[in-house]
């Protein structure tokens, strides 16, 4: 079976969804600053849902990776995935190994 990435930067997305939306509404910035609309919002797991069935009607596997505070292991983003793989762990790995590292 087929399986797939979908990497969703939130902060990138945020960042460009606010530039857009100010754009849209036609406000402006100061000097030198992009215009930005601060009251922008995207509901990132309405998003991650839509991603993951898109993936799925195309017979392809999807993964959710995440840290565990990020989602509901219960809710419809967790449903709509075939597997959850949770990143606390690894992250505090990385974390450990660059320290000892460091400390050579």
């Not at 969703?8 to 406000?27: H, P, Q, R, T, Y």
Request: hydrophobic content about 40%; some cysteine.
């Amino acid at each position: 079976m087929k399986s797939c990435v979908i990497l969703v930067d939130n902060s990138n997305l945020f960042i460009e969804g606010m530039k857009f939306s100010a754009w849209d509404k036609g406000l402006v910035g100061g000097h030198d600053i992009e215009p930005t609309d601060t009251t922008w919002r995207l509901d990132f797991e309405t998003l991650l849902e839509y991603l993951a069935e898109e993936a799925k009607r195309k017979g392809w596997q999807v993964e959710l990776c995440s840290f565990s505070s990020a989602f509901n292991p219960r809710g419809k983003l967790a449903a709509a995935v075939d597997r959850v793989r949770l990143l606390d762990e690894s992250f505090d790995l990385i974390g450990r190994y660059a320290i000892s590292k460091v400390s050579q």
